[in-house]
């Protein structure tokens, strides 16, 4: 089986779906559940023998190293993050916490296993670190997509947080020869995003007949890939990835935030129409930017394309359809995050269980 961290949030949770919907190995499932850790998300696995959830901080090395030593897993995979840029400058500590401390303690408690495995083990085993592509800092408009080896220049709390945890990453490997792999993947959309960030934001604002936040001019450019082809690049890069190695993930999709918001917008006025028979787009709203914005990231995929195999199945056109149907189609999942009404449900649905490892 596989230990991950952080998989009741965004990201993790798809990949747990991507998984369990492809394979029978087990995975065991850390998350501190943050405001951002909803395990109705996982609500199709409940009663899923395969998929078992501890409620626990990555930093906590009593529990991990007991979940490591009980279930000898072949590999860890870690999401566990603060991971919104807006709240690291709000309140960065939580970031340095998680993202920093956390992963450091993650990595000794990683090591410490590993180093204790019989010699075939050792060698068969993984550390995947997910991170992100805000390590490499902003381009410019005319600039060559992040490759593997540009300079780490990050700009936000976030992002300084994520290159620090990265840096642990390489050294552990560099140092005790831990065998690490790391990634570093542009911006995701798909189901079960947490409305904070852009894209669910929009969708719920929109629907709730919100104002539509557009940060600054609206310019600014990201490459959104559908979070499907982020965990099917993850299990590749865990299956075939290079010991040492780190691979950018990206789709080839860069949009400006202002063309991204009325793409959605002209898609609900065809799938629900407002009740005054209006356009989405009366509603959009220019707001102050955010201090730091970064102007551009674009991820240049070749290495994971051309090593492993790889390539994304959705554009962004097909993605977002299905993105903004998947949001019409769960108005409760919607509903219980907008209210917080699901802390409620994970008590009902998992009651002590939740910290029992
Ligand atoms: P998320 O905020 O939706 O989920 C993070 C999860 O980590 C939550 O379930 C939370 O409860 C858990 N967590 C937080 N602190 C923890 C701790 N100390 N111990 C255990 N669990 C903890 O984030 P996401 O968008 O799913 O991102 C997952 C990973 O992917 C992060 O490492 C992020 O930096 C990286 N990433 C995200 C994106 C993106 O577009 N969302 C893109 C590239 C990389
Ligand atoms: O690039 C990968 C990163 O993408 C991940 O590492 C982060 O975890 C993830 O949150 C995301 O960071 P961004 O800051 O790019 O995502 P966010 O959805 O917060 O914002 C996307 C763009 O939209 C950004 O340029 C800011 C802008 N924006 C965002 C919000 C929430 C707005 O204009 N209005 C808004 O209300």
């Known amino acids: 089986m596989i230990l991950v961290t952080g998989c009741a949030g965004f990201i993790g949770s798809n990949f747990i779906h991507t998984w ?23 609500a199709a696995f409940t009663n899923d023998s395969r998929h078992h959830f501890v409620q626990g901080d990555i930093g906590d090395r009593g529990l991990i190293e007991g979940l490591l030593k009980t279930h000898q897993p072949r590999a860890v995979i870690n999401f566990a993050a603060e991971s919104h840029v807006d709240r690291s400058i709000h309140g960065p500590q939580d970031f340095i916490e998680t993202n920093i401390v956390g992963t450091f303690n993650l990595l000794e408690s990683v090591r410490t296993y590993w180093s204790g495995l019989a010699t075939e083990h050792k060698t068969a085993f993984r550390f995947v670190h997910v991170s992100t592509d805000e390590v490499y800092g902003t381009l410019s408009p005319t ?90 690049a993850i299990a590749c890069v865990l299956q075939a990835g290079r010991i040492g190695e780190t691979y950018n993930i990206g789709g080839w999709n860069e949009k400006a935030n202002i063309d991204v918001v009325k793409l959605i917008c002209s898609h609900l006025d065809l799938l629900k129409p407002r009740a005054d028979g209006k356009p989405y787009a009366d509603q959009i709203t220019y707001v ?70």
Request: with cysteine.
């Open 20 to 42: 369990l919907e492809g394979q029978d190995e087990g995975i065991i499932n850390v998350d501190k559940l943050t405001y951002a850790g909803n395990l109705e998300n996982l």
């Open 143 to 232: 600039e060559a997509a992040f490759s593997e080896t540009n300079a780490y220049l990050p700009n936000s709390p976030y992002a300084a947080s994520k290159a620090a945890s990265d840096h642990l990453v390489r050294a552990w490997h560099h140092t005790y020869g831990l065998p690490v792999i790391t990634t570093n993947c542009s911006n995701n959309y798909g189901p079960f995003h947490f409305p904070e960030k852009l894209i669910p934001l929009i969708i719920m604002n929109a629907l709730y007949g919100k104002p539509l936040p557009i940060y600054g001019d609206g310019q600014q450019v990201r490459d959104w890939l559908y979070v499907q082809d982020h965990t099917r």
């Open 288 to 357: 102050t930017d955010r201090p730091g914005h970064d102007r551009r990231y674009a991820i240049d995929a070749r290495k994971v394309e051309r090593e492993l195999g790889w390539k994304p199945n959705e554009t962004f056109e097909t993605g977002i359809q299905k993105t903004i149907q998947w949001y019409l189609d769960h108005p409760e999942w919607v509903a219980h995050v907008t209210s917080g009404e699901y802390r409620h449900w994970v008590d009902k649905q998992y009651g002590e269980k939740a910290n029992l490892a």
